[in-house]
């Protein structure tokens, strides 16, 4: 049985995770009415990563006899002035995932629930790979510079795909 502590630090993780969904969904429908169809594809294939977290939570929390709770949407903004940005706002945004999960782990340890704390090594470890993928693609971007994104939006969901492996091998 969860204590009530770790139970509650679970169900704000369903709310994070619940809100990195709805940010990449915006990011993803931002990009895809500024004609980038690349980068919206990379971004709702990031939104549904997210909710799988989400779900992942949910159930571990269930499954442990404690009460999912499912939160109320808040919604995320509407307008990035850049892509650029908008992908330093996606590797801000991670970096405060990882804290999160990281202060989880801390909280275990305290607690003496080192059955979460083991259950959580996987976000830890999924939590370098996406401050990785965030790290790779503003590279990139400084790369291609921002006047001509056409070849940078064409070849995004590749640079995924070719970390899909590592994600898979994660999931297993
Ligand atoms: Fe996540
Ligand atoms: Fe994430």
Redesign the pocket.
Known sequence: MLNKKIETALNEQVEKESF?SALYLAMASWSEVNGMAGIADWLYLQAE??RM?MLKFIRYINERDGYAIIPASKQPKKEFSSVKKMFEEVLKH?QF?SASINDIVALCITEKDFTTQHWLQWFVNEQIE?EANATKILDKLSLVGEGNLYLFDRDIVSLRKASAGGEAAAEA
Do not use: A, G, L, Y
């Open positions: 990195s990563e997210e977290h991670e995932i996406e």
